[in-house]
Protein backbone atom coordinates (compact mmCIF):
# COMPACT_ATOMS: atom_id res chain seq x y z
CA UNK A 1 0.00 0.00 0.00
CA UNK A 2 1.52 3.37 -0.99
CA UNK A 3 1.23 5.86 1.56
CA UNK A 4 0.01 9.60 0.90
CA UNK A 5 2.52 12.21 -0.32
CA UNK A 6 1.31 14.70 3.00
CA UNK A 7 2.34 11.84 4.67
CA UNK A 8 5.71 11.47 3.18
CA UNK A 9 6.28 15.73 3.65
CA UNK A 10 5.39 14.92 7.42
CA UNK A 11 8.43 12.64 7.93
CA UNK A 12 10.65 13.51 10.73
CA UNK A 13 13.54 14.82 8.00
CA UNK A 14 10.95 16.72 6.17
CA UNK A 15 9.67 18.48 9.26
CA UNK A 16 13.63 19.18 10.59
CA UNK A 17 14.02 20.46 6.45
CA UNK A 18 11.28 23.01 6.70
CA UNK A 19 12.32 23.83 10.12
CA UNK A 20 15.86 24.97 9.26
CA UNK A 21 14.48 26.77 5.82
CA UNK A 22 11.98 28.45 7.21
CA UNK A 23 13.49 31.20 9.43
CA UNK A 24 10.50 32.69 10.87
CA UNK A 25 9.97 30.07 13.45
CA UNK A 26 11.60 31.04 16.89
CA UNK A 27 13.35 27.87 17.89
CA UNK A 28 17.00 28.71 19.64
CA UNK A 29 19.82 28.01 17.88
CA UNK A 30 20.74 24.89 19.60
CA UNK A 31 17.41 23.68 17.91
CA UNK A 32 18.58 24.70 14.81
CA UNK A 33 21.58 22.98 14.83
CA UNK A 34 20.20 20.06 15.90
CA UNK A 35 17.47 20.34 13.31
CA UNK A 36 19.82 20.84 10.60
CA UNK A 37 22.15 18.09 11.45
CA UNK A 38 18.81 15.83 11.51
CA UNK A 39 17.90 16.95 8.00
CA UNK A 40 21.95 16.26 6.61
CA UNK A 41 21.78 12.61 8.87
CA UNK A 42 24.63 14.12 11.09
CA UNK A 43 24.72 12.50 14.81
CA UNK A 44 25.94 14.94 17.93
CA UNK A 45 29.13 13.56 17.18
CA UNK A 46 29.83 14.98 13.65
CA UNK A 47 28.16 18.02 14.69
CA UNK A 48 30.24 18.72 18.31
CA UNK A 49 32.88 17.82 15.50
CA UNK A 50 32.11 20.42 12.82
CA UNK A 51 32.07 22.87 15.87
CA UNK A 52 35.67 22.00 16.76
CA UNK A 53 36.97 22.33 13.49
CA UNK A 54 35.23 26.07 12.94
CA UNK A 55 36.36 27.08 16.10
CA UNK A 56 40.16 25.71 15.66
CA UNK A 57 39.98 27.70 12.34
CA UNK A 58 38.48 30.67 13.34
CA UNK A 59 41.08 30.85 16.28
CA UNK A 60 43.88 30.20 13.27
CA UNK A 61 42.51 33.07 11.52
CA UNK A 62 42.78 35.40 14.39
CA UNK A 63 46.23 34.17 15.42
CA UNK A 64 47.63 35.06 12.01
CA UNK A 65 45.67 38.23 12.19
CA UNK A 66 47.69 39.63 15.35
CA UNK A 67 50.91 37.95 14.26
CA UNK A 68 50.98 40.06 11.16
CA UNK A 69 49.96 43.08 12.91
CA UNK A 70 52.29 42.81 16.17
CA UNK A 71 55.22 42.19 13.41
CA UNK A 72 57.98 45.24 13.64
CA UNK A 73 59.32 46.67 9.78
CA UNK A 74 61.99 45.38 9.05
CA UNK A 75 64.85 47.67 8.57
CA UNK A 76 67.62 46.73 5.69
CA UNK A 77 71.23 47.36 6.22
CA UNK A 78 73.40 48.38 3.95
CA UNK A 79 75.88 45.49 2.69
CA UNK A 80 79.34 45.72 4.20
CA UNK A 81 81.46 46.21 1.50
CA UNK A 82 78.90 47.59 -1.04
CA UNK A 83 80.03 49.83 -3.58
CA UNK A 84 79.93 53.33 -2.76
CA UNK A 85 77.19 55.57 -5.12
CA UNK A 86 79.23 58.05 -7.71
CA UNK A 87 77.95 60.70 -4.99
CA UNK A 88 79.33 59.14 -1.71
CA UNK A 89 82.30 59.03 -3.97
CA UNK A 90 82.71 62.83 -4.87
CA UNK A 91 82.15 63.66 -1.49
CA UNK A 92 84.85 61.16 0.19
CA UNK A 93 88.06 63.59 0.92
CA UNK A 94 90.69 62.99 -1.66
CA UNK A 95 94.17 62.09 -0.93
CA UNK A 96 96.65 64.91 -1.18
CA UNK A 97 99.31 64.36 -4.08
CA UNK A 98 102.44 66.31 -6.04
CA UNK A 99 102.63 66.46 -9.70
CA UNK A 100 105.68 66.33 -10.84
CA UNK A 101 107.21 66.35 -14.47
CA UNK A 102 109.53 63.45 -15.25
CA UNK A 103 111.70 63.68 -18.06
CA UNK A 104 115.54 62.28 -19.65
CA UNK A 105 116.43 58.55 -19.37
CA UNK A 106 112.82 56.92 -18.22
CA UNK A 107 110.81 54.71 -20.39
CA UNK A 108 107.77 57.32 -20.75
CA UNK A 109 108.76 60.90 -20.29
CA UNK A 110 105.41 63.09 -19.05
CA UNK A 111 103.37 64.45 -16.18
CA UNK A 112 103.23 62.06 -13.40
CA UNK A 113 100.73 62.13 -9.70
CA UNK A 114 101.54 60.65 -6.75
CA UNK A 115 100.66 60.39 -3.24
CA UNK A 116 102.43 63.19 -1.12
CA UNK A 117 105.44 61.94 0.52
CA UNK A 118 106.70 60.27 -2.53
CA UNK A 119 110.05 60.20 -3.23
CA UNK A 120 112.15 60.74 -6.54
CA UNK A 121 112.77 57.01 -7.10
CA UNK A 122 108.60 56.61 -6.80
CA UNK A 123 108.07 59.42 -9.82
CA UNK A 124 110.56 57.52 -12.22
CA UNK A 125 108.88 54.49 -11.59
CA UNK A 126 106.15 56.11 -12.70
CA UNK A 127 107.59 56.92 -15.87
CA UNK A 128 107.72 53.63 -16.47
CA UNK A 129 110.98 53.57 -15.00
CA UNK A 130 115.48 54.09 -15.96
CA UNK A 131 116.42 53.35 -19.51
CA UNK A 132 119.26 51.17 -19.82
CA UNK A 133 121.93 53.63 -20.07
CA UNK A 134 120.10 56.13 -17.33
CA UNK A 135 122.44 57.35 -14.60
CA UNK A 136 120.45 56.99 -11.49
CA UNK A 137 123.38 57.87 -10.00
CA UNK A 138 123.21 61.58 -10.31
CA UNK A 139 120.15 62.02 -8.55
CA UNK A 140 118.94 61.41 -4.92
CA UNK A 141 116.96 58.84 -4.86
CA UNK A 142 115.76 59.39 -1.63
CA UNK A 143 114.55 62.70 -1.89
CA UNK A 144 110.89 63.70 -1.23
CA UNK A 145 109.16 65.08 -4.13
CA UNK A 146 107.91 68.60 -4.12
CA UNK A 147 105.03 69.76 -6.27
CA UNK A 148 105.49 71.49 -9.60
CA UNK A 149 109.77 70.26 -9.60
CA UNK A 150 111.01 68.40 -12.80
CA UNK A 151 113.04 65.38 -12.35
CA UNK A 152 115.47 64.97 -14.96
CA UNK A 153 117.28 61.89 -15.55
CA UNK A 154 120.28 61.80 -17.54
CA UNK A 155 121.77 58.94 -19.12
CA UNK A 156 125.55 58.43 -19.82
CA UNK A 157 125.36 60.01 -23.64
CA UNK A 158 124.02 63.15 -21.80
CA UNK A 159 126.51 63.30 -19.64
CA UNK A 160 129.55 63.10 -21.53
CA UNK A 161 128.35 66.19 -23.78
CA UNK A 162 126.62 68.08 -20.91
CA UNK A 163 128.04 70.95 -19.27
CA UNK A 164 130.30 70.34 -16.04
CA UNK A 165 131.42 67.27 -17.01
CA UNK A 166 135.21 66.29 -17.13
CA UNK A 167 137.37 67.95 -19.25
CA UNK A 168 140.70 66.73 -21.20
CA UNK A 169 143.12 67.24 -17.79
CA UNK A 170 140.16 65.04 -15.72
CA UNK A 171 138.66 67.72 -13.98
CA UNK A 172 135.36 67.94 -13.41
CA UNK A 173 133.69 71.02 -15.15
CA UNK A 174 136.82 71.98 -16.56
CA UNK A 175 135.75 72.28 -20.03
CA UNK A 176 132.50 73.37 -19.15
CA UNK A 177 134.13 76.86 -17.83
CA UNK A 178 136.62 76.93 -20.23
CA UNK A 179 134.18 77.02 -23.26
CA UNK A 180 131.58 79.26 -21.09
CA UNK A 181 129.06 76.73 -20.15
CA UNK A 182 127.05 76.98 -16.92
CA UNK A 183 126.55 74.35 -14.32
CA UNK A 184 122.87 73.97 -13.93
CA UNK A 185 122.23 74.02 -9.61
CA UNK A 186 119.33 71.86 -9.67
CA UNK A 187 121.30 69.40 -11.36
CA UNK A 188 124.68 69.43 -10.63
CA UNK A 189 126.85 66.60 -8.70
CA UNK A 190 129.40 67.22 -5.74
CA UNK A 191 131.86 67.30 -7.84
CA UNK A 192 130.91 69.76 -10.37
CA UNK A 193 129.68 72.68 -7.59
CA UNK A 194 133.19 71.41 -6.19
CA UNK A 195 134.50 73.06 -9.72
CA UNK A 196 132.97 75.97 -9.51
CA UNK A 197 134.95 79.21 -8.40
CA UNK A 198 134.69 79.72 -4.51
CA UNK A 199 132.96 76.72 -3.79
CA UNK A 200 134.71 73.41 -2.04
CA UNK A 201 133.14 70.57 -0.40
CA UNK A 202 131.47 71.79 2.62
CA UNK A 203 129.41 75.07 0.30
CA UNK A 204 128.71 72.24 -2.12
CA UNK A 205 127.14 70.10 0.36
CA UNK A 206 125.14 73.19 1.34
CA UNK A 207 124.00 73.68 -1.88
CA UNK A 208 122.43 70.38 -2.35
CA UNK A 209 120.90 70.42 0.73
CA UNK A 210 118.91 73.74 -0.32
CA UNK A 211 118.39 72.44 -3.24
CA UNK A 212 116.68 69.16 -1.95
CA UNK A 213 114.45 71.23 1.14
CA UNK A 214 113.66 74.10 -1.09
CA UNK A 215 112.14 71.62 -3.79
CA UNK A 216 114.83 73.25 -6.19
CA UNK A 217 116.52 76.85 -7.06
CA UNK A 218 114.05 78.97 -9.00
CA UNK A 219 116.85 81.50 -9.42
CA UNK A 220 120.46 82.05 -9.38
CA UNK A 221 119.67 84.62 -6.58
CA UNK A 222 118.50 82.04 -4.56
CA UNK A 223 122.42 81.38 -3.62
CA UNK A 224 122.28 83.98 -1.32
CA UNK A 225 119.94 81.98 1.16
CA UNK A 226 122.42 79.53 1.50
CA UNK A 227 125.00 79.93 4.57
CA UNK A 228 128.24 81.01 2.99
CA UNK A 229 127.32 82.37 0.19
CA UNK A 230 128.28 86.22 0.70
CA UNK A 231 127.92 88.95 -1.62
CA UNK A 232 131.49 88.61 -3.02
CA UNK A 233 130.99 84.35 -3.69
CA UNK A 234 128.05 84.98 -5.19
CA UNK A 235 129.40 87.89 -8.03
CA UNK A 236 131.96 84.76 -8.41
CA UNK A 237 129.89 82.10 -8.88
CA UNK A 238 126.80 84.43 -11.30
CA UNK A 239 128.44 83.91 -14.67
CA UNK A 240 129.30 80.02 -14.01
CA UNK A 241 125.74 78.67 -12.74
CA UNK A 242 122.30 78.57 -14.17
CA UNK A 243 118.46 77.29 -12.82
Known amino acids: VHSHPAARWASPRRAAYRAVMQPS ?53 PLVGATPSASEQSAAPQPPVVVVHVSGAVASEGVQELAMGSRVVDAIDAAGGPRRTARTDQLNLARTLQDGEQIHLPDATELRSAPGTAGGDGTPGAAAHAGGNRVNLNRASDDELEALPGVGPVLASRIIAHRESAGGFSAVEDLLQIDGIGEKTFAQLRDHVTV
Do not use: D, N
Not at 47 to 66: P, T
Open 25 to 77: SPSPLVERVRLAGAALELTPAHIIGLLVLASCGCAGLVALWWTARAEPAVHIA
